[in-house]
């Protein structure tokens, strides 16, 4: 099975950016990858996602604050978040964008002042 390793979270204030990593054990090329995200309390939700040929798809808090890119050379994909948000507090994972993989470890990120 792929598994995949996040990385790049931290703290971060109100209006900051943060740039997330994730590397996956085996070629992503042909493959829709996708960031998820895990808050205190709350159930796992779906950030964002990108398709093998790089167009990408946003939940609605994410679009027009988050990036998401891919590097298949590296088996890589990315979550550039600007103008973070306390609300955006939570443990980021990747996966398939409707999962299917083991979860990794994820990376936390916190927003507050």
């Known amino acids: 099975q792929v598994q995949v390793v996040e990385s790049g979270g931290g703290w971060v204030q109100p209006g900051g950016s943060l740039r997330l990593s994730c590397e996956a054990s085996?070629?992503?090329?042909?493959?829709?990858m996708g960031w998820h995200r895990q808050a205190p309390g709350r159930q796992r939700e779906w950030v964002a996602a990108?398709?093998?040929?790089?167009?990408?798809l946003y939940a609605d808090f994410a679009e027009g604050r988050f990036t998401i890119s891919r590097d298949d050379a590296k088996n890589t994909i990315y979550l550039k978040m600007n103008r973070l948000e306390p609300e955006d507090t939570a443990v980021y994972y990747c996966?398939?964008?409707?999962?299917?993989?083991?979860w990794g470890q994820g990376t936390q990120v916190t927003v507050s002042t």
């Open positions: 085996a070629s992503i090329r042909q493959t829709h």
């Open positions: 996966n398939r964008p409707t999962g299917g993989w083991p």
């Open positions: 990108i398709a093998p040929n790089g167009a990408p």
